[in-house]
């Protein structure tokens, strides 16, 4: 069974920086694509980056673009999600995924990680 979990959320303020780590087990992890998602408050849950299994494909949400950047070290079985210049805007509950298939979709996904909260503020 495959577990992820996020680490690294918590409290920024506007313009500073944040490093996103997601841990994979059970799975051959540089088999899949990663992603991130994140879900703001009266929002529907939004594509952020995603990576595929190798990473050199790398996709990002037009909002993230220049500001964050997503990487793996798939020797530790790790994704990382760099946000630089972030804005309250970026407050929300971020996400790691896996999957088959480097896409934007939630159901590009088969798993999922329990999120971790970023808060930033203005």
């Known amino acids: 069974q495959v577990q992820l979990v996020e680490s690294g959320g918590g409290l920024v303020q506007a313009g500073g920086s944040l490093i996103l780590s997601c841990a994979a087990s059970?799975?051959?992890?540089?088999?899949?694509?990663m992603g991130w998602f994140r879900h703001a408050p009266g929002k529907e849950r939004e594509f952020v980056a995603a990576i595929s299994g190798s990473g050199r494909a790398i996709y990002y949400s037009d909002s993230v673009k220049g500001r964050f950047t997503i990487s793996r070290y798939n020797a530790k079985n790790t994704m990382y999600l760099q946000m630089n210049i972030v804005k309250p805007e970026d407050t929300a509950v971020y996400y790691c995924?896996?999957?088959?298939?480097?896409?934007?979709?939630?159901?590009?996904?088969?798993?999922w990680g329990h999120g971790t909260e970023v808060t930033v503020s203005s």
């Open positions: 059970g799975r051959t992890f540089s088999s899949y694509t």
């Open positions: 995924a896996l999957g088959w298939t480097t896409g934007a979709s939630s159901g590009d996904y088969d798993y």
